[in-house]
């Protein structure tokens, strides 16, 4: 598998098991997600600084501009209710209804940006790992990997 520049492959074996861990907990929030339109169900798992791990999902609405992804769940949950804690790490997994094997993933515009916000305001980068086919895992090791031009001045 050709990886993008600035990011890393891993295969599963690979993998410490707390990452491990956070991955599994993503792949576990996919298969709650609500996704009755595309059926493609995504799971997002965060690592706060005080160890906590949250999770989300993808949310689907009839009206579709409405859906939010499970990153922008995950990240909003906690900084509703932990504003404080700096988010570390977040795991994405998702997969398709039809399908039992992980389906390609990556954090859309939108999620991206939201992860910059975060990790200006926390003033350091928040690791991004998506599980992609193969038992492999991509590691950003922040946003800039992934989105090299954005938004700074809010």
Not at 28 to 41: G, L, R, T, V
Not at 69 to 79: G, I, K, M, P
Request: charged share 25%; aromatic share 8%; with cysteine.
């Amino acid at each position: 598998m050709s990886t993008p520049s600035g990011l890393r492959s891993f295969s599963w074996d690979e993998l410490p098991d707390e990452l491990l861990s956070l991955i599994n907990r993503a792949k576990d929030a996919a298969e709650k997600a609500h996704a009755p339109y595309s059926n493609f169900m995504v799971g997002a798992a965060l690592l706060l600084d005080d160890g906590r791990v949250l999770t989300g999902n993808n949310q689907e609405n009839a009206v579709f501009p409405a859906g939010i992804c499970a990153e922008r769940v995950v990240l909003a949950y906690a900084h509703a209710n932990w504003p404080e804690r700096k988010p570390l790490r977040i795991a994405v997994a998702a997969r398709r209804r039809d399908n039992s094997d992980h389906a390609f993933v990556s954090p859309c515009g939108i999620c991206r940006q939201t992860l910059a916000e975060y990790e200006q305001k926390f003033g350091s980068a928040i690791e991004i790992y998506m599980v992609v086919p193969e038992r492999r895992v991509l590691k950003a090791s922040g946003v800039d990997d992934l989105l090299p031009v954005k938004f700074a001045d809010f």
